[in-house]
């Protein structure tokens, strides 16, 4: 029953963070069997991953120096930042490399990103809720221990990763060599730094004024990294409105339909005001072609031709006459 519970607390919250990251993506939205495939990377093969090397890691280090200590802080600081970011990260570079048609924008690596750690986490939630909350102090220890892994540190690895799939998609729209090559490292680089410097403070004698300082540059970094999602929020849609301007002189989109396609609000209550009307489906279809014709028109502008944009185009277009013309019967 308390493994149970603590897979409970584990997984379900990080699943209820992971379904509001995939709302918050408003313009663009990304395939929901993409989604689960990085949370269960995350969940399944990064964290066994990590819990084999860092484990390994500090036993070896451990007969090496006989110093449990220094075995576990470097784990803790070194072994487990890289460790952990690199193979959450391997889950967004498969996208990356093999869907790239998909890793439209700065938003898209964001959220590949997050729920890739999400699932991460859900899983080392689990283990920690288990074996340090309940195993060392029973039930009262289980809920201490969640409440601080999903409520205090919850968004700990969605933050860090997510430079990670902020670098990718830098590297995806970028023109030059340079930045193709440098923004993947400069963000898993982010990405660990950040990794090891909450591991740090939180290692290196534990108190409540640690506790404290560690928590406010946890919370600090977290609203800095989600005013960024809403700036690059913002961003969509204004990209939206610029590469569909187009549609309305056209003819594929009607003047209201753009206003409809740019408005969070409308994005939001739509699909849900036609939940019982028949048309739910295609109401969210139409939603989802304008974000991706406007960012296919928009790699287009600043890429060229380079994974058939200009063939997507066209078939984006089409489809969006054919239900634009269906939603306006």
Same mark, same amino acid.
């Given at each position: 029953?308390?493994?149970?519970?603590?897979?409970?607390?584990?997984?379900?919250?990080?699943?209820?963070?992971?379904?509001?990251?995939?709302?918050?993506?408003?313009?663009?939205?990304?395939?929901?069997?993409?989604?689960?495939?990085?949370?269960?990377?995350?969940?399944?093969?990064?964290?066994?991953?990590?819990?084999?090397?860092?484990?390994?890691?500090? +036993?070896?280090?451990? @007969?090496?120096?006989?110093?449990? &200590? /220094? $075995?576990?802080?470097?784990?803790?600081?070194? =072994? %487990? *930042? !890289?460790?952990?970011?690199?193979?959450?990260?391997?889950?967004?570079?498969?996208?990356?490399?093999?869907?790239?048609?998909?890793?439209?924008?700065?938003?898209?690596?964001?959220?590949?990103?997050?729920?890739?750690?999400?699932?991460?986490?859900?899983?080392?939630?689990?283990?920690?809720?288990?074996?340090?909350?309940?195993?060392?102090?029973?039930?009262?220890?289980?809920?201490?221990?969640?409440?601080?892994?999903?409520?205090?540190?919850?968004?700990?690895?969605?933050?860090?990763? +997510?430079?990670?799939? @902020?670098?990718?998609?830098?590297? &995806? /729209? $970028?023109?030059?060599?340079?930045?193709?090559? =440098? %923004? *993947? !490292?400069?963000?898993?680089?982010?990405?660990?730094?950040?990794?090891?410097?909450?591991?740090?403070?939180?290692?290196?004698?534990?108190?409540?004024?640690?506790?404290?300082?560690?928590?406010?540059?946890?919370?600090?970094?977290?609203?800095?990294?989600?005013?960024?999602?809403?700036?690059?929020?913002?961003?969509?849609?204004?990209?939206?409105?610029?590469?569909?301007?187009?549609?309305?002189?056209?003819?594929?989109?009607?003047?209201?339909?753009?206003?409809?396609?740019?408005?969070?609000?409308?994005?939001?209550?739509?699909?849900?005001?036609?939940?019982?009307?028949?048309?739910?489906?295609?109401?969210?279809?139409?939603?989802?072609?304008?974000?991706?014709?406007?960012?296919?028109?928009?790699?287009?502008?600043?890429?060229?031709?380079?994974?058939?944009?200009?063939?997507?185009?066209?078939?984006?277009?089409?489809?969006?006459?054919?239900?634009?013309?269906?939603?306006?019967?």
């Amino acid at each position: 029953m308390s493994f149970l519970l603590s897979l409970f607390l584990g997984f379900v919250p990080m699943l209820i963070n992971a379904a509001w990251v995939y709302w918050l993506d408003r313009f663009e939205q990304e395939p929901k069997r993409l989604l689960g495939f990085v949370f269960l990377w995350g969940a399944f093969v990064a964290a066994a991953g990590a819990l084999i090397f860092n484990t390994i890691w500090e +036993a070896g280090l451990f @007969i090496l120096t006989n110093s449990e &200590r /220094l $075995s576990s802080l470097t784990t803790y600081v070194i =072994s %487990a *930042p !890289i460790v952990e970011e690199f193979l959450k990260g391997l889950a967004v570079l498969f996208i990356f490399l093999l869907y790239r048609h998909e890793f439209d924008s700065i938003m898209d690596g964001i959220v590949y990103a997050a729920i890739t750690a999400l699932g991460f986490a859900a899983t080392e939630n689990t283990l920690y809720i288990y074996e340090k909350g309940y195993l060392t102090d029973g039930y009262s220890g289980l809920f201490a221990l969640a409440f601080i892994r999903v409520v205090i540190v919850g968004w700990q690895h969605p933050f860090y990763t +997510a430079f990670i799939g @902020i670098g990718l998609a830098v590297a &995806r /729209l $970028s023109r030059s060599s340079f930045g193709q090559f =440098s %923004a *993947p !490292i400069l963000g898993f680089s982010a990405a660990v730094f950040t990794h090891s410097l909450h591991n740090l403070i939180s290692s290196i004698n534990p108190s409540i004024q640690t506790c404290l300082l560690g928590t406010l540059i946890d919370w600090s970094g977290w609203l800095a990294m989600f005013l960024f999602v809403l700036y690059t929020v913002h961003r969509e849609r204004q990209l939206l409105i610029t590469f569909l301007k187009e549609e309305v002189d056209l003819g594929t989109l009607t003047e209201a339909q753009l206003y409809q396609a740019a408005s969070f609000t409308h994005r939001i209550f739509d699909p849900l005001v036609n939940l019982f009307g028949g048309r739910y489906s295609l109401v969210r279809r139409f939603y989802q072609i304008c974000g991706e014709l406007a960012h296919k028109k928009a790699q287009y502008a600043q890429l060229g031709n380079e994974i058939d944009n200009q063939k997507r185009i066209e078939a984006y277009r089409t489809e969006l006459a054919t239900v634009s013309r269906l939603l306006s019967g």
